[in-house]
């Protein structure tokens, strides 16, 4: 049964944001848990659209996905919380330095998901307490779409890039949610502030805005290293660059980012290894050392293949030749995906010694896939 607090809930809502900042969280606000009711038609048009790709769960849950009720019919209020993770340089700097791989900004520290919710629990625990009212937490583990949620709680807004906006913090914001059966004292919803820029937009290497405010997946770099599971289409290799995992281009332009490093805490500082990862010794890990470098990262989740297939963008995107023997050993990996941008790979940097070995290796290859890399031209 929904609880209503709303005599003592003004003081309630003033010691869960005090306790929250005191938890690391930079932003906290109040949204009711139907205050977006156009969510489903948006979410469904972009499901129509195929904006989705093959991220096929998004489509699945869309029911409880559009509408927090959907979700959980007992909810009333939803806290929003956000954790600020600016980082101390230009992440884009790297882009131009054609031996190293760039990994999103979010991904050189531990695991975000386990960052917040070890913190939203504890945050969840005080107000279960204080008010008697269930609750229940999400840090992008289920269909509850934060950011419209957390521009309804006054954290920000929705930019034409689609993340959230925060005027204290640009672009760079973890979120996570407490959904409660208790009736809370709600926030202003937040404004959007985007005006006339968009830096975000032409910044896209691969043009996946179709509008304003609207992104395709299946043009966006972040989505296709991180989400697709198969082959990165032609198109988008050589845009690529040296992306191995995420793209933070639409992120980092955004002009409200000079305020997001001024409150940053040394508990979200990137680990040294993943800030200037040489793709060179990335693309001689095995599973093992795979795993072993990325414990604790969100990386981890894609695994060493799909891994490896970013890798060998990078490397078929530099232009060092000196790269040459180290692709060559992948063209017999046992991952058809690692084979098949090996070849990719290789015909970038060397096209007569893959012409020179393109008969031995078709001789013996089964896979449909690979065989076709072999079968176009590079783009």
Request: net charge neutral; aromatic share 6%; with cysteine.
């Amino acid at each position: 049964m929904p609880i209503s607090i709303s005599d003592p809930g003004v003081k309630l809502v003033a010691e869960l944001r005090q306790r929250a900042m005191a938890l690391g969280f930079d932003s906290f606000g109040i949204a009711r848990a139907d205050a977006r009711p156009d969510l489903p038609a948006k979410l469904n048009a972009a499901l129509d659209a195929g904006w989705h790709g093959d991220m096929d769960w998004m489509a699945d849950t869309a029911e409880r996905r559009g509408s927090t009720l959907g979700l959980w019919p007992e909810a009333r209020s939803v806290i929003m919380l956000g954790l600020n993770y600016g980082p101390e340089s230009d992440p884009l700097a790297l882009l131009g330095e054609k031996r190293l791989g760039t990994i999103s900004v979010y991904a050189r520290n531990r695991d975000y998901h386990e960052i917040i919710k070890g913190k939203l629990k504890e945050l969840a625990g005080l107000l279960a307490r204080r008010s008697g009212a269930e609750v229940k937490v999400f840090v992008d583990t289920a269909p509850l779409m934060e950011k419209p949620l957390a521009e309804a709680a006054g954290l920000g807004w929705q930019g034409k890039h689609s993340v959230l906006v925060s005027r204290d913090f640009g672009s760079w914001l973890f979120l996570g949610a407490i959904v409660t059966a208790a009736e809370l004292p709600v926030d202003k919803k937040g404004s959007e502030s985007c005006g006339s820029c968009t830096r975000c937009l032409d910044v896209c290497p691969t043009q996946a805005f179709p509008a304003p405010f609207r992104l395709d997946a299946r043009r966006c770099l972040a989505y296709l290293s991180v989400e697709h599971k198969g082959q990165i289409p032609l198109e988008f290799r050589a845009p690529m660059g040296n992306r191995i995992y995420g793209c933070d281009d639409c992120l980092a332009v955004c002009p409200w980012n000079k305020f997001a490093s001024q409150s940053r805490e040394a508990r979200l500082r990137a680990r040294p290894e993943l800030e200037r990862p040489e793709l060179g010794e990335m693309v001689q890990l095995d599973d093992a050392g795979f795993r072993a470098l990325f414990s604790g990262s969100p990386i981890k989740r894609i695994g060493v293949s799909r891994f490896l297939r970013n890798v060998l963008i990078g490397i078929g995107n530099s232009g060092e030749a000196d790269f040459v023997p180290l692709v060559e050993k992948r063209l017999d990996d046992e991952s058809p995906l690692v084979r098949g941008v090996a070849i990719w790979a290789l015909r970038k940097l060397a096209p007569v010694r893959a012409e020179a070995l393109r008969e031995g290796l078709v001789a013996r290859e089964k896979d449909p896939e690979v065989l076709a890399e072999w079968g176009g031209d590079n783009p």
